[in-house]
């Protein structure tokens, strides 16, 4: 049975399952999720799947992305963050390149391949080792939800100045910042990151932040249909979206539960958006 929870500190409910993704979305109405994000499994054979071929594991996204197809807003968005497939004898496939056909097949548009940069992880020693995923954008047409305002972050030169021209002598960046691009440099979820919880390839909040606040507005859906311990639910719930979730391990919706309820008691500790990534170089690592 789907849990349902009020939250205390006046933030928008949660729905959170322990449940397939395909039987929760057959029970959802058409259209109603203005963003939904998720990080699928990628079939390297983490504790939570079954690896399978890369002919069965595609027919599987295909089937989910079906459904996310359906639910999803007239003017939402879909992100899709992935990694790389690796086979057992070590020949890596870009999951976003097999992924975008299924996508383009439901005539969806892509509107940007995001760069999430991270600066640890697996160490290689065959290969160079990995230290970028992509998220793909896509929306349902041209008539989209977008707000740059929210993401925009300081710029680089904040007194630049024209030198010419009828706006000499003005600032030329934007009082809000600047738009960040479509290559984001984010800490992964490790050992000591602040959010680290018991799931092994968990999503940092603020990533998730970022398309919350750009892609929607305040009472919007936002849904995960492969929720791990709820970290996008978090980002919805923290900026006033209604949030849902599912995931077939028990263990890990406990989690997501958990969290939820320290989010609504003031006591979930998160990475700050606007925290400068740890630099070892400078004063107290560039922290403020």
Not at 34 to 41: A, D, E, R
Not at 207 to 233: A, C, I, N, Q
Not at 244 to 255: A, N, S
């Amino acid at each position: 049975m789907a849990l349902e929870l009020a939250l205390e500190l006046d933030l928008p409910e949660a729905f959170l399952e322990c449940v397939d993704n395909k039987q929760l979305m057959s029970r959802l109405a058409d259209g109603m999720m203005k963003l939904i994000v998720t990080s699928p499994p990628y079939n390297i054979g983490k504790a939570y799947e079954q690896r399978q071929s890369l002919e069965l594991y595609l027919e599987e996204q295909s089937r989910v992305i079906t459904e996310c197809v359906r639910l999803l807003h007239h003017q939402g968005s879909i992100c899709w963050q992935v990694g790389n497939h690796v086979s057992k004898d070590g020949e890596v496939f870009p999951l976003d390149i097999l992924l975008y056909p299924i996508f383009k097949h439901y005539g969806l548009q892509l509107r940007n391949r995001i760069i999430w940069h991270f600066e640890h992880g697996l160490h290689c020693s065959k290969r160079l080792s990995g230290r970028y995923e992509t998220i793909l954008w896509f929306t349902k047409g041209d008539d989209y939800t977008f707000n740059l305002d929210p993401i925009r972050v300081p710029p680089k030169y904040p007194n630049k100045k024209y030198f010419k021209g009828p706006k000499v002598g003005l600032r030329s960046c934007n009082p809000l910042g600047k738009n960040p691009g479509d290559v984001w440099i984010i800490p992964n979820v490790k050992a000591n990151h602040v959010e680290k919880t018991i799931h092994p390839c968990q999503f940092p909040v603020e990533l998730v932040e970022r398309l919350v606040l750009s892609m929607t507005d305040p009472g919007d859906k936002v849904f995960d249909p492969y929720m791990g311990v709820g970290s996008t639910v978090i980002a919805a719930l923290k900026h006033g979206r209604v949030g849902y979730g599912c995931d077939i391990e028990q263990k890990y919706v406990d989690v997501a539960w958990q969290r939820v309820e320290q989010l609504r008691r003031g006591t979930l500790r998160t990475r700050p958006m606007d925290r400068p990534v740890y630099d070892p170089s400078v004063p107290n690592g560039g922290q403020r």
